[in-house]
């Protein structure tokens, strides 16, 4: 069975940081892409970033030049610092792992969000 567990979130003033962090644990055999989503109330939810096993990374416009997506390959953990924050980032943060446990093809596995707040 595969877990995904973020933590980080929080309440911070507009212009702070915060760094979210996601592990995934249990019978994972391959890592082929990590990343962050939110969702903010009445909304979709969006890509915020996301990073490949060979560290090629996409950021969503929004986000581009404040936020840092990073893995540690080895712990099949990813982080986001997240700089300059601003009221509209404050959402519900997902982590999202594509997994191979050698069973089947590859699979996106969710964690349970973690919120942001973002005050002005």
């Known amino acids: 069975q595969v877990q995904v567990v973020e933590s980080g979130g929080g309440l911070v003033q507009a212009g702070g940081s915060l760094r979210l962090s996601c592990t995934a644990s249990?019978?994972?055999?391959?890592?082929?892409?990590m990343g962050w989503y939110r969702q903010a109330p009445g909304k979709e939810r969006e890509l915020v970033a996301h990073?490949?096993?060979?560290?090629?990374?996409k950021y969503a416009d929004s986000v581009k030049g404040r936020f840092t997506i990073s893995t540690d390959n080895a712990k099949k953990s990813v982080y986001l610092q997240m700089n300059s924050l601003k009221p509209e980032d404050t959402a519900v943060y997902y982590c999202?792992?594509?997994?191979?446990?050698?069973?089947?093809?590859?699979?996106?596995?969710w964690g349970q969000g973690t919120q942001v707040t973002v005050s002005s």
């Open positions: 990073i490949t096993n060979g560290g090629s990374t």
């Open positions: 249990g019978r994972i055999f391959s890592v082929n892409v």
């Open positions: 999202n792992a594509e997994l191979w446990t050698g069973v089947g093809g590859w699979e996106h596995y």
